[in-house]
Structures are given as C-alpha cells and as structure tokens.
C-alpha cells in the first residue's frame, strides 16, 4: 500500500511516532503535523495526500478549524481522533464532514484495518455506474450528479447513499446502516446515521425525499414514479 500518502496530525510528539510507526509497518507513506495550522499548511503543499488522522485538541488551530478549512476544498476522508468521549463531539464531527471517529485511548491495529477499509474502497477504480431517479454514482471516481449537476458529497455520504441506491425498496434499519457503511467495529449510536441522512438530503434537494423514514425501524430508498 505504499501509494497511500497520510497525514498525521497531533501535538504529542509520542502518538504521532506511534500511529506513524504501525502505518509504516503496513506500507504507507506518512507525513507529520504538530498543530492545526501546520497541518492545514502540509495538505495545500503536498498533492496526493489520500487521508488524514486529525486530533481534535491542538494548539494554533484545533482539529474543527482544520477540517472546516479542508472542507471548503477537498472531500479527502478524515478520521478525527479525541481524548473526549462525549457525544456531542462525535455529532459535531460528522456533520463537519468527519468520516470516521476514534477515541483515545484507542489500539493502533484497529486505527489501521479502519484506514486500510476506508481506502480500499476509495480506491475501487472500477468505473461502475449507479443510475437511479435522476441520481448517478460513478463508484470508482466517487462522485454524484443530480440531474446532471455535481454535488459535493463527504466519503461517508457517498457511501450512505450509494448503500441506499443499492437497497432501493428495502428498509434499512440503523443498525443495518451503522454494520455496512461504518463497519461492525464501529461503536457509535444511532444519531450518527441521522445526522448523516439529514446532511444528505439536505445536498440532495428535492431528490432528497426519495429517502423516506420508517418510524421505529429505519430508512429506505425508494423513487418516485
């Protein structure tokens, strides 16, 4: 996997050597930041940079600053990692467009297989075409047109409704969702899957209806004839 270029960012020298060290072991190139603006600085000097591990509390410019600025050009995945365990941070994260969402202390192996996950399916250039209501997912190149028009997803909005697509009719329930698009080792709650789907059909439009919910069991994908 030495193709993959990522970027981690913390302020103790210590979990940046140790995330650095695991990540090299499995073959990626990995780049350092010490705080927020420095990080911020690294991704706009450095093409190819396919992910970053972002601490939320750092001197300068914390982790929100950063993928608020990040944001604003690139839909690179992002995993935020935190010594808070709190879920209104979680929340806060995601709908920044955070992908994925560590706490520390946390094992670097599962840190790892999370990355290894996210970038194996962005890495799916297979050029496979989804068409539905008006809707068009080009899997391999990630990105979705409405009617024609470009909408800027996140990693993981792309993945939710790529899902939704491939279930169109089906009732997904949160935790059918949370095991398929977040992965069985992910160990969030339920809001997660709504923020997530209300960011969603918000850049969807009015197209954004076509993702219904069935009270007390989930969501489903169905277009309108």
Same mark, same amino acid.
């Given at each position: 996997m030495n193709e993959f270029k990522v970027l981690v960012v913390d302020d103790e020298s210590r979990m940046r050597k140790l995330i650095k060290d695991f990540l090299n072991k499995s073959?990626?190139?990995?780049?350092? +930041? +010490?705080?927020?603006?420095? +990080?911020?600085?690294? =991704?706009?000097?450095?093409? /190819? #940079?396919? %992910? %970053?591990?972002?601490?939320? @509390?750092?001197?300068?410019? *914390?982790?929100?600053?950063?993928? !608020?600025?990040?944001?604003?050009?690139?839909?690179?995945? #992002?995993? @935020? %990692?935190? +010594? !808070? *365990?709190?879920?209104? *941070?979680?929340?806060? /994260? =995601? *709908? %920044?467009?955070?992908d994925e969402y560590i706490s520390k202390p946390f094992s670097p192996k599962i840190l790892v297989a999370r990355i290894e996950a996210i970038l194996r399916r962005t890495s799916q250039m297979d050029g496979e075409l989804v068409n539905k209501g008006g809707i068009q997912l080009d899997i391999g190149a990630h990105q979705v047109t409405i009617d024609g028009v470009p909408v800027d997803l996140s990693f993981k909005e792309f993945e939710l409704l790529q899902y939704f697509m491939n279930n169109e009719g089906r009732v997904l329930t949160r935790e059918n969702i949370l095991n398929q698009v977040w992965n069985y080792d992910y160990f969030g709650d339920a809001r997660t899957i709504d923020t997530h789907v209300k960011k969603l059909r918000n850049k969807m439009g009015e197209k954004g209806a076509y993702i219904r919910t069935i009270w007390g069991m989930g969501y489903k994908f169905e277009v309108e004839n």
């Open positions: 073959g990626y190139q990995v780049l350092e +930041a +010490a705080d927020g603006e420095e +990080a911020v600085d690294t =991704f706009f000097s450095t093409k /190819g #940079i396919d %992910l %970053l591990v972002l601490d939320v @509390m750092m001197p300068r410019m *914390d982790g929100w600053e950063v993928v !608020k600025e990040i944001r604003k050009v690139s839909e690179v995945p #992002i995993i @935020m %990692l935190t +010594a !808070k *365990d709190q879920e209104q *941070d979680e929340l806060q /994260g =995601f *709908d %920044l467009g955070v």
